[in-house]
Structures are given as structure tokens and as C-alpha cells.
């Protein structure tokens, strides 16, 4: 209720627009709207990196990504964004994913195919291993598109969000078919702003350090020291040299907060480089 209220207020004050990885229907769209409000305007683009370059460009005031899944880990293709974009990460959304499979009519045994996104796929596969293993799973670039696609044919099923099921004139014939029932997707908010102290802040990082022995035990070492709790440590290759990687690092408090300013610090005298990506309120489920 607080949400929509200060979402309607916003909306008077200021035009604000979110972009999202669309289309229509999506998880994201979802999440967008837990973190701002049903009043925001928001636009759906067909891509992660499309995100970032409609908030660079200042079309809109924030993007909304997945960051993580917890049943098929990290997305890779928004870690990759950030080695190349300035932006800051301003917040981040906590939800829980339920999977539906959805198809023109109720004799859904009877489909031949089944579309959606990759990890929704994963998230659900012995679910399908025992209800419908006979049926070609198909990735495609989204949950929704993947109703788009079960809306022309109805030999075919989707997997995707409740939400998605109107859009497309389709059935939501099975409910939350994921294999895990605590399924959960993090997503991360990201604009040009810094974002003050809540007093229960996470702070993400991104790190390189040079190829010699004990080099990740240096990096890891002055957050040790100052009693910084990391959360989260994801690899990615340099692209600028074979075999080396950079860190992405999740960790606990607020870039101002006292110890772990002085981690920061102490880690640029070990790493060869250190962003802070930002700092903002843990979500909350």
C-alpha cells in the first residue's frame, strides 16, 4: 500500500519511466512493479544490454535486470554490462518465482512443444521429466515471448509468469510447477545515482587483480580483516587476456560505513582495480 501511494506521488512530482527486459509479461515487468508501483510508466526493450543503454542515455530514469536466480545461479549477460557501463546499481528486488504452464486449452498433455526462457526451463525440468517428457523443450528469448508463440499454435505450451496469461489470450493449466518451491529471482535496479546509508545496505564491487599466486586471497583478505561479510562472488573472464578474471563481490554495509571504507581502501593497494558499483537496501522478500 506505502508503495503505491509514494509511486502515485512520484508520478505527480515528475514523469519517471523504467525500462525492463520485456516483452509484456515478463518476470521482470513483475518486479518492476513490486519495486515502483503499478502508476509508473515503464518501457519493455528486447535485450539486457538494451536496458543499460536506454538509462545512459537518460530515456529513462532506471532499468530493472536479473541478477541471480537461486535454483540456476548468476546471469552472466548483466554481469558483463557492467565491466563497460558507468552505472551505479541503486537497488535491488527480491522475488519469488512460480512457474505456470500455460496453452490455448485444458488438454495441455497433448502438446507437442514447449517454450520459454532457458532458466525457466531449467527451473522446471523434473517437473516436465515426469508430466510431459515426450514434448520438445524450446528455449526462447523470454517467458513472454514464449506465450506470444503458444498463442498462435495450439500444439504448443509456455512457461512463464500468471501475468503473462491474459496478455496472450492463453490458460494458465498447471501452477507453480518449479522444482523448487523457494524458487527465487534477484533483480537489480540501475541509474546514475548514489544512494544513501539505510542501515541495512548491501554494496557490490567489481575487482581484477594481477595472475600471481594468492591473488584472490589478497583480494578477500582486507574484508576479512575489517570484519566485512561477502554474500556473493561471481567470476567473469577479462575479455582482455586469455585466462584472467574479473570479480564481482557482494558484501554487506554501505560503502560509508566506517569498516568498510577501509576494506575498499585497503583493496586498492591489492587489486589492480576497484570499482564500487554501489551501494543500496538489501531487498526484502
Known amino acids: 500500500l506505502f508503495r503505491e501511494i509514494i509511486a502515485s506521488c512520484l508520478a505527480l512530482e515528475e514523469s519517471m519511466r523504467i525500462a525492463y527486459l520485456g516483452p509484456e509479461g515478463t518476470f521482470t515487468q513483475e518486479a518492476t512493479y513490486k519495486h515502483f508501483g503499478q502508476n509508473v510508466g515503464t518501457l519493455p526493450v528486447d535485450s539486457i544490454p538494451q536496458v543499460f543503454r536506454e538509462v545512459e542515455a537518460g530515456r529513462v530514469r532506471y532499468g530493472v535486470v536479473p541478477i541471480e536466480n537461486s535454483t540456476e545461479g548468476v546471469v552472466t549477460h548483466t554481469l558483463d554490462m557492467f565491466v563497460q557501463s558507468s552505472l551505479r546499481v541503486c537497488g535491488e528486488i527480491s522475488l519469488r518465482i512460480h512457474q505456470n504452464l500455460m496453452c490455448q486449452h485444458d488438454r495441455w498433455q497433448s502438446v507437442q512443444k514447449i517454450y520459454s526462457h532457458a532458466q525457466s526451463l531449467a527451473q522446471c525440468r523434473y517437473w516436465l521429466d515426469k508430466h510431459l517428457p515426450h514434448a ?57 545515482q548514489m544512494v544513501g546509508p539505510s542501515g541495512n545496505d548491501r554494496t557490490s564491487l567489481l575487482v581484477s587483480a594481477p595472475n600471481r599466486p594468492g591473488s584472490l586471497f589478497h583480494l578477500l583478505k582486507p574484508l576479512a580483516e575489517n570484519g566485512v561479510d561477502m554474500t556473493r562472488i561471481e567470476s567473469r573472464p577479462s575479455r582482455t587476456t586469455n585466462w584472467e578474471y574479473l570479480f564481482f563481490l557482494d558484501v554487506r554495509g554501505h560503502e560509508q560505513d566506517a569498516a568498510l571504507n577501509r576494506a575498499i581502501k585497503a583493496l586498492r593497494e591489492q587489486a589492480e582495480m576497484v570499482r564500487v558499483l554501489g551501494s543500496y537496501p538489501v531487498a526484502i522478500l
Open 136 to 192: 520438445e523443450r524450446i528455449p526462447v528469448s523470454s517467458n513472454a515471448e514464449a506465450a506470444r508463440l503458444a498463442s498462435l499454435d495450439d500444439t504448443v505450451a509456455a512457461i512463464g509468469s500468471r501475468q503473462a496469461a491474459p496478455i496472450y489470450g492463453l490458460q494458465v493449466v498447471c501452477e507453480n510447477i518449479e522444482d523448487n518451491a523457494n524458487n527465487t529471482t534477484r533483480f537489480l535496479v540501475i541509474g546514475d
